[in-house]
């Protein structure tokens, strides 16, 4: 669903801009709102969520979908934790659908799906690593990373319930809009992947906006 968000970008808080391949881990605190802006369009953004005072709780693909009784996410739905508590929600969307069941990508899933010198290539997986060992002190770990969300990334569902990677159908300056329910950490990698259509075989830069309550 489109629905576009009555927040303006020179009010905001702060704005940060994570290079193609790169990653943001950052606390975003209850009532706060974050927008995800593909600057160039066409750009896959794979994002985890973690309480923040209690990083065991995280976001949950399947409590959300069930919830919600839908396989897409977009403006309205309610991004529920393991705990099947709310921890944000998607309150606008100029994109219009974005993918919680394709996985991120990860050099194992490189090498299996295209071929075995696809390895050494940068993954999602690489960026969440580096992002946790780089702030150690939260305390997450790789037993932390589970099912996420492909901001942006196009998964449509065929008939039979087959995945398929398909073309994006985001364009520059789309966005997708939360407000968090509760004190959260957002991990973003800003995917570098070259191997098929989620980032139109270009990775480039997104923009995350955060504005007070
Ligand atoms: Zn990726």
């Not at 997708?176 to 098929?196: F, G, H, K, R, W």
Request: hydrophobic share 40%.
């Amino acid at each position: 669903m489109i629905k576009e968000s009555t927040r303006a970008q020179e009010n905001a808080l702060e704005s940060i801009v994570v290079a193609a391949g790169d990653y943001l881990l950052k606390k975003v605190k209850k009532g706060q709102s974050v927008r995800i802006l593909d600057l160039e369009g066409n750009q896959a953004a794979d994002t985890l969520f973690y309480k923040a005072d209690d990083i065991s709780e995280r976001y949950s693909a399947m409590d959300t979908i069930r919830e919600q009784g839908n396989v897409y996410l977009t403006a309205g739905s309610v991004l529920m934790s393991n705990l099947n508590n709310p921890m944000l929600e998607i309150v606008a969307d100029t994109c219009g659908r974005h993918d919680t069941l394709g996985g991120a990508c990860a050099t194992e899933s490189n090498t299996v799906r295209y071929s075995l010198e696809k390895r050494c290539m940068h993954a999602c997986r690489d960026s969440w690593m580096l992002a946790l060992a780089e702030h150690e002190n939260i305390g997450l770990s790789k037993r932390d990373i589970t099912h996420n969300i492909n901001f942006f990334m196009n998964v449509p569902i065929t008939p039979e319930g087959g995945l398929t990677f398909e073309d994006g159908i985001s364009a520059a300056g789309k966005y997708v809009e939360m407000t968090a329910l509760m004190d959260v950490y957002i991990l973003l990698s800003n995917c570098p992947q070259l191997n098929n259509p989620c980032n139109g075989y270009n990775p480039t830069p997104v923009e995350v906006l955060i504005w007070n309550a």
